[in-house]
């Protein structure tokens, strides 16, 4: 696990967004149409085998798509996300996230965040993976749904081409203007 940064910074461009983080101490969370990397919250589902039940791998296979589509389901256009940095000095994130070297980067202390739901980004050359299991009958797949570890664990997992990043993310029921802290 990652120690939480004393700093964190938000590049930003000079628009409405950016100004209302400044005067208003209001952070954007964007809903994930809005993210840069094709990849973002795409996952693998793996059910693992059981040697002692007798199961068609076809069956298994038909299912998957569906598990997928179920669990893409959560992450509706109502859920929000703020990336941070701990950079502040990053030339690609300049370019990408401050209209081209135009924008501001500014600086939050990490004590105004303390929230549960920020956390460092996992960068992984491997797209996260929902484990999953058969039933004891081998007439279902189990998908872990009593807890939200896979969720944020998508939530939470970029490819390492994006490390330079050193993001961290917080994750919120609702897009859009939220005071932060």
């Given at each position: ?11 930003r ?47 298994i ?18 859920i ?18 401050s209209?081209?070297?135009a ?62 990043e ?16």
């Amino acid at each position: 696990m990652s120690k939480a940064p004393l700093l964190y910074y938000k590049y930003r461009s000079v628009d409405e967004y950016g100004l209302r983080f400044i005067s208003h101490n209001e952070a954007f969370y964007a809903n994930h149409t809005l993210f840069n990397d094709p990849y973002e919250l795409e996952f693998n589902v793996i059910v693992s085998e059981r040697p002692d039940l007798d199961v068609k791998l076809d069956k298994i296979e038909n299912i998957i798509p569906k598990i997928k589509n179920n669990i893409q389901g959560c992450f509706h256009k109502d859920i929000g996300f703020l990336s941070l940095s701990t950079l502040n000095n990053q030339i690609l994130m300049w370019s990408h996230y401050s209209d081209s070297h135009a924008g501001i980067c500014v600086g939050m202390s990490s004590l105004s965040l303390q929230k549960e739901t920020l956390k460092a980004i996992k960068y992984s050359k491997n797209l996260y993976t929902v484990k999953c299991e058969l039933d004891e009958k081998g007439e279902g797949i189990k998908v872990p749904i009593d807890n939200d570890e896979y969720l944020i664990g998508i939530c939470n997992t970029k490819c390492d081409i994006w490390s330079y990043e050193n993001e961290w993310r917080d994750v919120n029921r609702k897009s859009g203007g939220e005071n932060p802290a």
